[in-house]
Structure formats: structure tokens, C-alpha cells
């Protein structure tokens, strides 16, 4: 028995997502865990040591995350009011947190002790961290200073002024213990000398700034605000790079891939990942909701993002878990060679004494296939013109259409319908009559419905609602035919001009002159002389 041919429903590809070793890299993050907090999340920072504790800044506490479990292993609340930038020191045991009153405050994040309180600032410190190889800490506050203290005495080394706005981002380079650089919302960044208290460097972000990430050479740095990235070179103060990915605040910088990878996050709900080599984005991960601060454990073992979300915080967290699904498509490799419905494939070669029975797979037919296959055309119309075909794949759509024009179903198929029936194939032919893919096409299928329908127009509202929508939508078109016209002639012009010698256009002014006051005409008077007239001048062939 002869199997039946299936109707035809080319699908043009879309552009896909270029497959890369970052996009897979980065996909093997597994789903989020999410907590919610009760107030917006200041900063997130992961320990530098194992096992890779999380500091929480969020309200009056501090939550301190275990790495694996992602539950709250400490919480450190001993703040009158609201805490900020909690930051672990290089060994994982101390943390210290800035306040709103602008005392810091330092902790044995183990015990929750309290060890010393650092006085100074006469508003909120936003911004804290240890100084790498030294027992000093300093602090960034919004009373325009940054200041670097000593832990054994609490005392105050030195004061940095000269900034005229608050201070929001502050780190200490990684290549010297002697520079600070800090971040302010006067738009500028400035690089100190601690042995000197004087700013050596001072660079115009152009927007305030919200974060400031150095390279561990001490060589460049990188300042976040607006909505750009921006890369310093530290001795000239020379911009090397603007990175504008993101359309709203950047607010924070972090290094991935053992610093081979430069991450920005943004209030635009994205975090966008670059290659440090060329700057180009290598990846894009989404979030639900405005980012305000990011963290990345050693390794990429796990992201943590802290984000705000009507009010209240929200706190994600990714790990990786690369070992164990190698492990398991590993396992899945070997049950699926160990199945014997395997072991046959292609290139096995039979022994003269067996024989390969072969499973012959019964046809599967669409419903509109089987309903063209039993010439039931109208039926086999009204399944593609459902909302979910016609919005999801109008390629079937489009199919089926060519196929009953093939049969010559198509007037069978249209004819004697309803108006409540007739609406839906029009409503198709309108929302994808300047589609260059399907016009052609729908052009005849108009035509059609003109033929049948024209005489009883004047009898139905809706149906004329329906073509005055569809002589709108082919104005539009013939408006656009128009100046492709006119962009044509300016360039036959210009070729002209610069071709002395040039045969000339094959284009006629006269002819295309006429064209367009025909067009004029006939899309003014459309609809206004008799019903039968105005459906049949609806359908123009633009092509």
C-alpha cells in the first residue's frame, strides 16, 4: 500500500545561539536556589578559603552562608542600625562590615565575636576591606574620606580627602599595599598613596561610580557606572576600553575563570561575562530581577547574586557540578551499550546464516493531513487556523494554503463558510500579508475570498471591518514601495553622477511616475464606490 506524501511546511530558520566553549561552560551551572530577605541586598562576598563561607549584607545582620547547603551556617547582627559591605579577610576568619552610623566593625566570623570598632567617619561607610599582607583596614565612606586604620589599636594612619561626593566604591590594589583606589559619585576615580595621603591619579568615570575592580598585576583597573564598563591603565590613567553592554546601572565588577573572565552585573536584570583579551561578551546570564551585588567562589564552584525585588531581597545561588555529570553521562554511555537493542547499527555486517528483522515504524500523520488525505479541504483549513497554529507556526498555515492551491481545494475549502468562519483565515491573511515570506501566497488567498465573497459584503459589518483592516495594512505596504522607489532614483542619481559613462538607468521616471499616482488613487478611493468594486480593488500585487 502506497504511504501518503505529508504536506510540505517549510520552516525558515531563525537565528540560533552560536554554540561556544563559554556558553557551555556556563550553562552547567545548576538551577538557583533562591532565599528572600527582608531588605535589599547591600553586598555578597565568598571567602577566599575553603570551605567557602558567604557573607550576606542585607538590613542590620550579616548572614553567613554555608557553600554546599546554602543555608545561614552565622549571622552576625550586632549593628544598631543598617550594615554595609561585609568582606572576609584573605585567610576566611575575620570579617569586617561598615555601618550607617560610619563606625567599621570587625568580627571572628567563626565565634560572632566582636574584636574591635573603628571610629572615625562622620556618616555611613558603604565600603570596607583588608589591606593584603598588612593588619590595616580601610574604609570608604559617604563623608567623602577614605581612611586606613590599624587593628591592633584601632588607631587612624591616615585620611584620604578629596573627593567632593559620597565615596561607593574603594578597593585596595593587589600588586602594592601602599595604593587605594576609590570609586565616588562626583564620577571620579582616585588612586592614593597611603605612605603619602595624596592622590596620585585621578580619572573621570563620566558617570557616578558604583564599583572598581583592579587586575592582580596592579597594571589596569577596571570602574563600573552608568551604564558602562570602563578599563584604566593605573601609571597613565589612559582609557584602554568602554564596555556598553548593559542599558541601565552597572553596579557591580567580579573576576571569574582564575581572572581570565571580567563579569558585570547591572540593574538591567543581567549579568554579562567578557573575555579579558578582547573585551567582546562571551556570555549573558539572566536573573529575575535588578542585580546589586555578585560573588564568585574560587573555581567557579558557585555564583552568588544579590538582588532586589520590590522592596524585599533576594539572594541566588549556583553551584557547579562538573565531576559528577561527567560521571553520570559516563554511567548513561555504558547502560546504553550494555542495552542489545543497540548492539545492531548501521555498518554491522549480517553472517550468511542470520537475518535482521528490520521494525518497520508506522507513518505518523498530522490532523490536517489526515483530513486532506480524505479531501475534507474546509476541515483540514480550520485546524491550521487555530490561534495557537497561526501564532506558533504559520509555516503550517502557509503549507496547507499551497497545498489545497495545488489540488485546486482552495475555493472548496473557503466557499460557504460563515462570517464567524470567515474571520480567522482573514485575520491570518492580515497579520502576514507584508510578510515577504507568505505575501505572494496570501495575495492569491485574498483574491479568492474577494471572488467569492464580494457580492454579499454590503450584507455583513464585520466582514467589511475586516477588509478595511486589510487596505490598511497594504497602504502601508505600497507607502513602503513608494520610497523604496525614491531611494532607488536618488541612487540611479548618484550612480549617474559619479558614471559619466555609465549606460543609462532601464528604469523609466514616466512609468514610475504613473505607478505612483495610480497607487495614490486607487489606496483613496478604496471602499468608497460599491461594495463589489472596493473588495475587489483591496488585493495589490506590490511585488
Known sequence: MATFKK???RAFNKTGIKTTPDLGYWKKLEFPVTVKEFTSIDYVDVSPTEPYYIAVTSGPKVDVYHQQTTQVWRTISRFQRNAYGARFRQDGQLLVVGT??????LFNQRQKQLLRVFKGHSSATHRVGFVE???HVVSFSDDQTAALWDIGDESQICTLKGHKDFIRAGITSPASENIILSGSYDHTVRLWDTRTGSSVLTVDHGAPVESILCYPSGGVFISAGGSEVRVWDTISGRLLSK???HHKTVTCLSFASDNNRLMSGSLDCHIKIYDVNTYSVVHTLDFPAPILSMAVAPEDSMLAVGMISGGSGLVSFQH?????EVEKDSNRAKRKAADIRNMITEDYRVVPDEQIIRHEEKQQLSKYDVLLRKFKYSQALDTVLTSYVTSK???VTVGVLHELIRREGLKTAIAGREVKQLIPLLNFVIRYVRNPLYKQLLIDVSNVIIDLYSDSLHENPALVRQFRRLQEEIAAELRISREYI???????MFLSASEPERAPSTIN???LASTSMYENESSSNLLQSSPKKSAAAVVVDVI
Open 7 to 9: 504536506t510540505h511546511t
Open 486 to 492: 525614491g531611494l532607488m532614483g536618488a541612487i540611479e
Open 100 to 105: 550607617e552610623e560610619g563606625q567599621v566593625k
Open 509 to 511: 521616471p514616466q512609468h
Open 320 to 324: 557547579r557540578r562538573e565531576q559528577q
Open 393 to 395: 507556526t504559520p509555516n
Open 133 to 135: 599582607g598588612t593588619p
Open 243 to 245: 564596555l556598553a553592554q
